[in-house]
């Protein structure tokens, strides 16, 4: 590996640690801006049950090894030496991130489309951390309430407007990438990302669901998210339980799996309160009640 290649990924993995002291999650990712570990899994047979997202215990899950944890940082990013930029995991607590894409290479003026859209739905975008892209673009951090789960959309919202929402990340300031490095707008760095206006998150947010999948038995799948939140490393124990009760209310087990989840949780750290209020928000955040 060239110098300047070694440079860039220690200082990814300075920037990295940075943000995880601030509560953000991260993962390393390459020059192409794609997770730098690849999946585990790739060279055996197709999953005949659900696709795994990190109970295995390996890295190369992409977003789903995202982590606060400094020991856990750095282990990633030792497993992978050609990282030269991080990623940001939106959608996970304290903050709930949420990024706002304004992308310039769509030939649209992405900033008017934003700026109309908060003229005709009434609200203003607050002063935030302000991310800059190699191309121009800028990417705007906002946060949402625990119990909304904003999905990731491509021009949804207006054409040359992405945004990043549960399940998809930000590629932080510092990194480094074939077209450049992302920097912080100047006076931005430091401030906390600011709450999503809420006309705007109601812009974002899916159409309500009219009904809910029927229960069926919690099976290997509900085994598989026990154990994923039990292999939870220190760091990462109350994001793991959020998504694992995410999941099991999405697939209809929620109410099964609610005992085991808490219990799982409890095993790793977390106190039983702890646990059945992280499992409560998941109910809420997708649609259902604990």
């Known amino acids: 590996m060239a110098t300047t290649d070694r440079q860039a990924t220690t200082l990814a993995l300075a920037h990295a640690l940075s ?13 192409t801006k794609l997770p730098a570990l690849r999946s585990p899994h790739r060279a055996g047979p197709g999953p005949a049950g659900p696709r795994c997202h990190g109970e295995c215990g390996r890295f190369g899950h992409g977003v789903y090894d995202a982590s606060t944890d400094p020991v856990r940082i750095r282990e990633m990013f030792a497993a992978a030496p050609w990282a030269t930029g991080y ?37 203003t975008i607050p002063d935030t951390v302000v991310v800059l892209t190699p191309s121009g673009g800028r990417h705007l951090w906002l946060t949402g ?11 949804r919202l207006a054409p040359g407007i992405d945004i990043r929402g549960a399940g998809g990340y930000l590629v932080g300031p510092g990194s480094r990438t074939d077209h450049g490095v992302y920097g912080t707008v100047p006076g931005t760095a430091h401030l906390p990302p600011a709450a999503c206006p809420p006309a705007l998150l ?4 899916p159409p ?15 085994r598989g998210l026990v154990q994923f939140v039990m292999t939870a490393h220190e760091g990462q124990r109350n994001t793991r339980l959020f998504w694992a009760a ?26 039983e309160r702890e646990a ?15």
């Open 19 to 31: 943000a995880a002291e601030r509560g953000l999650a991260v993962i390393p990712l390459s020059r």
């Open 276 to 290: 059945r209020a992280t499992i409560a928000s998941a109910a809420r955040m997708t649609g259902h009640r604990a």
């Open 87 to 123: 990623g940001i995991a939106c959608g996970l607590p304290p903050y709930h991130l949420i990024g706002v894409d304004l992308d310039t290479k769509s030939g649209t003026d992405s900033s008017a489309a934003l700026r109309e859209l908060a003229l005709r739905h009434l609200f």
């Open 246 to 271: 995410c999941r099991a209310y999405e697939n209809g087990i929620g109410p099964l799996l609610a005992a085991p989840l808490t219990e799982a949780a409890c095993h790793t750290g977390l106190t």
């Open 208 to 222: 309500p669901r009219t009904g809910h999948p029927a229960p069926h038995p919690p099976g290997d799948h509900g």
């Open 202 to 205: 109601r812009l974002l947010l």
């Open 145 to 155: 309430p625990p119990d909304a789960v904003v999905p990731n959309s491509a021009g």
